[in-house]
């Protein structure tokens, strides 16, 4: 199975800061890799799909990068409704194994 | 609109059974990639199982032998039958449904709320 890890584990950060969370593959997944929110008590919701693709009706300050093995998620300027958990997901094969997520919090 | 709602959660003992549901409405699940994936308390997302529109079925390793992903067209709800129930079952069980964009990049992007099932003596 492909195992995925993710980069920090945790992070604290101000409204209007740069956030960047990485998440590396075991194996090269090519770019089926996704992106999602999670905040407490509530399902999780897709972001980005495809490594880069901005799912419809997620803010643009969301962006997604990379390919192969090392991909990054960017929140260009964190907002309050931004503090969540962060999850990758991988696609490439069965399982699609999950991150183990990056909590991001208030500073 | 897309709409999935989870049921069937509950406390169940150790080595026991209980089948979780989960109703669609606004799509058809038997044209889609359904999946069960679950939250411990605490802890990250596990992916549990998915069916194919084609049939298929496939399981995480925790628990392959143990449970059963199914769905009736009829009522358009999918299932989860769960076997020999461990205490490291427990968790909020999201059902979600796959898309699949014109290149082949799939994810999942509806979402139920989620049911707990709490495995304990």
């Known amino acids: 199975d492909i195992q995925m890890t993710q980069s920090p584990s945790s992070l604290s950060a101000s409204v209007g800061d740069r956030v960047t969370i990485t998440c590396r593959a075991s194996?090269?997944?090519?770019?089926?890799l996704n992106w999602y929110q999670q905040k407490p008590g509530k399902a999780p919701k897709l972001l980005i799909y495809a490594a880069s693709s901005l799912q419809s009706g997620v803010p643009s300050r969301f962006s997604g990068s990379g390919s192969g093995t090392d991909f990054t998620l960017t929140i260009s300027s964190l907002q309050p409704e931004d503090f969540a958990t962060y999850y990758c997901q991988q696609s490439y094969s069965t399982p699609p194994v999950f991150g183990p997520g990056t909590k991001v919090d208030i500073k | 609109e897309v709409q999935l709602v989870e049921t069937g959660g509950g406390l169940i003992q150790p080595g026991g059974s209980l089948r979780l549901s989960c109703a669609a409405s606004g799509f058809t699940v038997s044209s889609n990639y359904m999946s069960w994936v679950r939250q411990a308390p605490g802890k990250g997302l596990e992916w549990v199982s998915v069916i194919y529109s084609g049939g298929s079925t496939y399981y995480a390793d925790s628990v392959k032998g143990r449970f059963t992903i199914s769905r009736d067209n009829s009522k358009n709800t999918l299932y989860l039958q769960m076997n020999s129930l461990r205490a490291e079952d427990t968790a909020v069980y999201y059902c979600?449904?796959?898309?699949?964009?014109?290149?082949?990049?799939?994810?999942?992007?509806?979402w139920g709320q989620g049911t707990l099932v709490t495995v304990s003596s």
């Open positions: 979600a449904r796959d898309y699949y964009d014109s290149s082949g990049y799939g994810a999942l992007v509806y």
């Open positions: 194996q090269s997944i090519s770019s089926y």
